[in-house]
Every structure is written in C-alpha cells, then in structure tokens.
C-alpha cells in the first residue's frame, strides 16, 4: 500500500508560480510511475502530468506544456510539480497518483493510488 500525501497548493494570482510536492510513503516510490490529475468544481478530473520511475521522461496535457515541468527525488519519495505562468484556468484541486504498470499515463484508471489532493486557486 502507497499512501500519497500533496502540499503546496494556496491562493496565487495569474502569472505568479507555484510548486507542488507528492510525498510518498513507500520505500518502493522508485519503482512506481507519478502522475497529476486535476479537478475543477463541475469538471471531471483531467490529466496534468506523468513522470516514468527513473524520471527521464515526462508527459504533459497541452493545456500545460511549456509552464509546468515535472521531477522527483527518488531518495526522498518524493515528486514536485513546478507550475509557471499560472492562469484562472489552472484552479483546481490537484491530485498526486501512482502506479506500478502504467499502460496510459494520461488516463486516471491507469493508476492505483491516490493522494486527498491540495487546492490551487489562480485569481485573475
């Protein structure tokens, strides 16, 4: 069992940064694929991000490619999600999830496991 704790979500305004962090408490999190998922209220969760086991590959929706880059710390368990140039469309509440045999990394069933997510709020 993989328990995933996120932080570093608050309140920013549009062009502003900020970084999230994925902490994992297993000592397996080198062998487990990251990704982030993303809900806005009345949206269904859609894919942010995903980063392979060794971290030398990662994949990122359209909507944030270009502001937002992906990294993990495998001694730390641990994941971050740098987001830039933020916009009001970015708000949502941001999930961390793993999986230890990713076959889509942009589709959530992919994924066993999940964090209780942080709030990200980008006023205008």
């Known amino acids: 069992q993989v328990q995933l704790v996120e932080s570093g979500g608050g309140l920013v305004q549009a062009g502003d940064s900020l970084t999230l962090s994925c902490a994992a408490s297993s000592r397996t999190f080198s062998s487990a694929a990251m990704g982030w998922f993303r809900q806005a209220p009345g949206k269904e969760r859609e894919f942010v991000g995903a980063?392979?086991?060794?971290?030398?590959?990662?994949y990122f929706a359209d909507s944030v490619k270009g502001r937002f880059t992906l990294s993990r710390d495998n001694a730390k368990n641990t994941v971050y999600l740098q987001m830039n140039s933020l916009k009001p469309d970015d708000t949502g509440v941001y999930y961390c999830a793993a999986g230890d045999r990713i076959t889509n990394y942009y589709r959530h069933w992919a994924y066993d496991y999940w964090g209780q997510g942080t709030q990200v709020t980008v006023s205008s």
């Open positions: 980063i392979s086991r060794s971290g030398a590959t990662t």
